[in-house]
């Protein structure tokens, strides 16, 4: 699914919606440059889950647990060059009963279980941003639905065949 935001409240609505087909134990991994909307859109997402209370990107503390309907594990792996297993298990301790939401997730891929979702939020001048959502198992129409009515520039991505 591709979506052109054209603010943060777009991409944070786009953050919303997603918080209605994540479930807790689910990964959600998020990319895109520095400023591209990535907490922007974790903070939607955790909003809609219930979540209060401040959201931030835990850059320096690699990992924030957050208390909702539906607790949310945010971790940002941008200062880790990689992770060994006992930090791993330290990061990913709530995830089970958590929405796991991982933001520069490729110094960790290896050893990350399979998302639910993948982002990809590029820069596309100015305000606007060029999401991309991959759902697994997931399907996203409802959401490009919900985006749509929303007046938000949504299209469900072509699915090659076998996937």
Same mark, same amino acid.
Do not use: C, N
């Given at each position: 699914?591709?979506?052109? @935001?054209?603010?943060?409240?777009?991409?944070?609505?786009?953050?919303?919606?997603?918080?209605?087909?994540?479930?807790?134990?689910?990964?959600? /991994?998020?990319?895109?440059?520095?400023?591209?909307?990535?907490?922007?859109?974790?903070?939607?997402?955790?909003?809609?889950?219930?979540?209060?209370?401040?959201?931030? @990107?835990?850059?320096?503390?690699?990992?924030?647990?957050?208390?909702?309907?539906?607790?949310?594990?945010? %971790?940002?792996?941008?200062?880790? @060059?990689?992770? *060994?297993?006992?930090?791993?298990? !330290?990061?990913?301790?709530?995830?089970?009963?958590?929405?796991? !939401?991982?933001?520069?997730?490729?110094?960790?891929?290896?050893?990350?279980?399979?998302?639910?979702?993948?982002?990809? %939020?590029?820069?596309?001048?100015?305000?606007?941003?060029? %999401?991309? /959502?991959?759902?697994? *198992?997931?399907?996203?129409?409802?959401?490009? *639905?919900? /985006? #749509?009515?929303?007046? %938000?520039?949504?299209?469900?991505?072509? #699915?090659?065949?076998?996937?």
């Amino acid at each position: 699914m591709r979506v052109v @935001s054209t603010g943060a409240a777009d991409t944070g609505e786009v953050g919303a919606a997603l918080a209605a087909r994540v479930a807790p134990g689910d990964v959600v /991994l998020l990319r895109g440059d520095l400023g591209a909307g990535k907490t922007t859109l974790v903070r939607a997402l955790a909003r809609e889950l219930g979540v209060t209370g401040p959201v931030t @990107s835990p850059t320096f503390t690699l990992a924030q647990t957050h208390q909702g309907r539906v607790p949310v594990l945010h %971790i940002d792996a941008y200062r880790l @060059s990689g992770a *060994d297993d006992e930090e791993l298990g !330290l990061l990913l301790d709530a995830a089970p009963g958590a929405v796991t !939401l991982v933001e520069w997730p490729d110094v960790l891929a290896d050893a990350l279980p399979e998302p639910a979702v993948a982002v990809d %939020i590029a820069h596309g001048g100015g305000d606007r941003r060029l %999401i991309a /959502l991959d759902a697994r *198992d997931a399907d996203l129409g409802p959401l490009v *639905d919900h /985006l #749509r009515a929303r007046h %938000i520039d949504a299209e469900p991505e072509p #699915r090659a065949a076998g996937r």
